[in-house]
């Protein structure tokens, strides 16, 4: 299992603050994760189309597309920080 | 404890002078406040709402922190943020740091703040009179970080 996180207008949009997923099959980094929720509809396709503007974190580090995933991870999607 | 993630109000000059107190190497304190304003894009703010990502936030501050012991000779430093519920003229974040000399403090400082606006999760939401919003992004923010990148780089 992995734990997703989902904050700020992410979480509003989605409808979903967090969620224990089984590691889907070949899904192995960010950007497999982020393909594999972004085939779950239009609201999840809108949602997490948001390009570099996108904020992932694999573990409570800052992530990129190419962070490996694996089971026991937390991994949060985010909008840009607007802290300060 | 460098970092404090809180919903409580602080006192800035009472953390000032903890930061430094009885340490007679500290010539220089720099400290920035963060208020919030009842103004943003044009529009009225009545209140405001600040989220984080607990962990991960106090984390993001404290290798903020770390880095800014990296660059510059620094003797202590501190950082508050508010989250929760704030209306206008409310303190957001102190941003405090002791070094021998005003250089190194002022620098920190500015350093520390503009990471903390691009890389600590926190998130605003501002209630309108035109209803709630989340507030965007700056992209003078991810410049004014990014400055600092570009020092690094002319340094190293």
């Given amino acids: 299992m992995i734990k997703l996180l989902f904050f700020a207008r992410l979480r509003d949009d989605l409808g979903c603050a967090q969620e224990d997923l089984a590691l889907p099959a070949g899904v192995d980094t960010v950007a497999g994760l982020r393909a594999y929720l972004m085939a779950r509809g239009a609201i999840w396709q809108e949602a997490l189309a948001r390009g570099g503007a996108l904020g992932v974190a694999v573990n409570q580090d800052m992530a990129q597309a190419s962070t490996p995933i694996s089971a026991g991870d937390e991994v949060a999607f985010f909008p840009p920080v607007t802290g300060g | 404890m460098p970092v404090r993630v809180q919903t409580e109000d602080f006192d800035a000059g009472a953390e000032i002078a903890r930061l430094r107190a009885g340490n007679p190497k500290v010539g220089a304190v720099a400290a920035f406040v963060g208020v919030a304003r009842d103004v943003n894009d044009g529009g009225a703010v009545a209140k405001l709402s600040l989220e984080h990502y607990p962990g991960m936030t106090e984390r993001a501050l404290e290798?903020?922190?770390?880095?800014?012991?990296?660059?510059?000779?620094?003797?202590?430093?501190?950082?508050?943020?508010?989250v929760g519920s704030l209306k206008p003229t409310d303190q957001i974040v102190l941003v405090a740091v002791a070094s021998g000399h005003r250089g190194d403090a002022f620098q920190a400082c500015e350093f520390i703040m503009d990471y903390l606006k691009t890389r600590a999760p926190f998130w605003k939401k501002e209630v309108t009179p035109e209803g709630a919003r989340w507030v965007e992004a700056r992209a003078e923010d991810d410049e004014s970080a990014a400055r600092w990148q570009a020092r690094q780089a002319d340094v190293g």
Avoid: S
Avoid at chain 2, 63 to 81: G, K, M, P, S, Y
């Fill in chain 2, 63 to 82: 290798q903020i922190v770390v880095e800014a012991h990296a660059r510059w000779r620094v003797i202590d430093a501190l950082v508050i943020h508010r």
